[in-house]
């Protein structure tokens, strides 16, 4: 299994990018979390196959209709997801 850590720059909070990304994230069949960060940003666990992985990580490269993102930083992770896609409280 493979974990990352993602980091979503941009107008990515109130466009509903945490419940689309959840949404997107169980499609894919990944296990994780996603969170709203008090910087602005929205972070996410993601964690599965590396091809689940790869496509959790392309889609938040666009997010939902509504979002506007600027950069997505990966960062590989040991963290164990938990079971099934949780949104998170901010952080």
Partial sequence: MRAVT???HGRV???GFR???QAAAE???ARGWVRNRRDGTVEAL???DAGTVDAVTAWAHTGPPSAGVDRVDVVESTEAPPEGFEIRATA
Avoid: D
């Fill in 13 to 15: 909070q109130g466009v």
């Fill in 19 to 21: 419940y689309a990304l």
């Fill in 46 to 48: 993601v964690a599965g």
């Fill in 27 to 29: 499609r894919a069949g």
């Fill in 6 to 8: 993602i980091t979503v």
